[in-house]
Structure formats: structure tokens, C-alpha cells
T-cell receptor, first 112, second 116 residues
Framework: EAQVTQNPRYLITVTGKKLTVTCSQNMNHEYMSWYRQDPGLGLRQIYYSMNVEVTDKGDVPEGYKVSRKEKRNFPLILESPSPNQTSLYFC???????????FGQGTRLTVV | AQTVTQSQPEMSVQEAETVTLSCTYDTSESDYYLFWYKQPPSRQMILVIRQEAYKQQNATENRFSVNFQKAAKSFSLKISDSQLGDAAMYFCAYRSPDNYGQNFVFGPGTRLSVLP
């Protein structure tokens, strides 16, 4: 089944404790991206990747890192999480920039 | 930078009735794509409908149709014969193939309730 898989679905952590949210797609898509969803703000892009080893900042990159060592994987790294990073996170992929994005199931992150 | 506005934070509709969700966007580009996504309580983002800006004909998917007014930069979603399963958050989204930095832009969403 074609899909984008994120893990974990839920995560509660403490301020400053490094964490990684994994994202994997099995559709051989070139383009992958990360979003955060906050009430009243919709989805905002954190980082995106056009292809392996090519990543760039989106609208809200501060406090986040990403890597794209393989085409299928695009992990999101929070080196030192803070409470303002409490949010719902989505990974998405698409074959190119002319089509819709396919989304993962979302990760609900709470930083206390 | 492109922006997407959804002026209705919440809406409600009676089951079997028709409802229209509004979306406007701001862009200086001529080639782009517009989407409506549905997010039910499961949080999954589900594509409802897409529209290519170069197509004048409005897209339709079963009970879902759009009214695309390119000059007015308006992209409303009409849901006919509303069903209880249509209750969700709906996001309007804009995508430009030429703007790498802000490739996919979402509106703030409209929460739709369906009343039995």
C-alpha cells in the first residue's frame, strides 16, 4: 500500500531532551516536507527536500533540523525541544511540485 | 509571498443540505494549483479536490465541487447533500511549481459541523 509513515503518533517529552520523529514513504517521491499544525494557523512548512541530500528551510525552521540521506526517509530532529514546539506535526511527500501532497498520520508532540 | 485566507473559522450545515466554504488567495503567479483537504477527527489529511489554474472548468468529485474564480482569486468548496461523515476541518491550499521556498501554502482551516 502506498503510504507515508510517521512515528511516533504521540510523544510527550521534557524541555531540552533531543528527539527524532521519523518519516518514510514507499512511493519513490522526490519531494518531501514537514509541517506543523497549530489552531488558527493551518499548516506551516518547517523544512522541505527536493531530493537526496537537498534540503531547505520553510516558513518556521527555527529549532528544527532535517536530513535526507535516502530518498524514502526524511526525519525531523528537535535538538533541544521547548514548550512552544508543542504541536501536531505532519510529514508529506509528492512526486513533483505539480501534484497534491500525500500526508503521514501526524505526530502529536507535547513538550513540558 | 503567497497567502491563503479562509474567512469562516466554523460553519454548520443540516444533514442533506448544501454548504459552501470560502477560500481566497493572493499570488502574482499565473501557473499554480489549488486543493481542498479534509481533516476528520482521526487527523488524517485527505485530499478532497484539486484545481489547475490553467483550467477554466470547475473541478467536481461526486458531492464536492469548486467555484474557481481566477481573476477574483477565489476558490470555494461546495458540498452537496451533506452527510454526517463530512464533519471535519477543511483546509484550502495553494501550490506553485515555480516557488520552491513556499511551495505549499495552507489556509487556517474551516471547521464544519453537520447537524442530524
Amino acid at each position: 500500500e502506498a503510504q507515508v509513515t510517521q512515528n511516533p503518533r504521540y510523544l510527550i517529552t521534557v524541555t531540552g531532551k533531543k528527539l527524532t520523529v521519523t518519516c518514510s514513504q514507499n512511493m519513490n517521491h522526490e519531494y518531501m516536507s514537514w509541517y506543523r499544525q497549530d489552531p488558527g494557523l493551518g499548516l506551516r512548512q518547517i523544512y522541505y527536500s527536493m531530493n537526496v541530500e537537498v534540503t531547505d528551510k520553510g516558513d518556521v525552521p527555527e529549532g528544527y533540523k532535517v536530513s535526507r540521506k535516502e530518498k524514502r526517509n526524511f526525519p525531523l530532529i528537535l535538538e533541544s525541544p521547548s514548550p512552544n514546539q508543542t504541536s501536531l506535526y505532519f510529514c508529506a511527500s509528492s512526486p513533483n511540485m505539480n501534484t497534491e501532497a500525500f500526508f503521514g498520520q501526524g505526530t502529536r508532540l507535547t513538550v513540558v | 509571498a503567497q497567502t491563503v485566507t479562509q474567512s469562516q473559522p466554523e460553519m454548520s450545515v443540516q444533514e442533506a443540505e448544501t454548504v459552501t466554504l470560502s477560500c481566497t488567495y493572493d499570488t502574482s503567479e499565473s501557473d499554480y494549483y489549488l486543493f481542498w483537504y479534509k481533516q476528520p477527527p482521526s487527523r488524517q489529511m485527505i485530499l478532497v479536490i484539486r484545481q489547475e489554474a490553467y483550467k477554466q472548468q470547475n473541478a467536481t468529485e461526486n458531492r464536492f465541487s469548486v467555484n474557481f474564480q481566477k481573476a477574483a482569486k477565489s476558490f470555494s468548496l461546495k458540498i452537496s447533500d451533506s452527510q454526517l461523515g463530512d464533519a471535519a476541518m477543511y483546509f484550502c491550499a495553494y501550490r506553485s511549481p515555480d516557488n520552491y521556498g513556499q511551495n505549499f501554502v495552507f489556509g487556517p482551516g474551516t471547521r464544519l459541523s453537520v447537524l442530524p
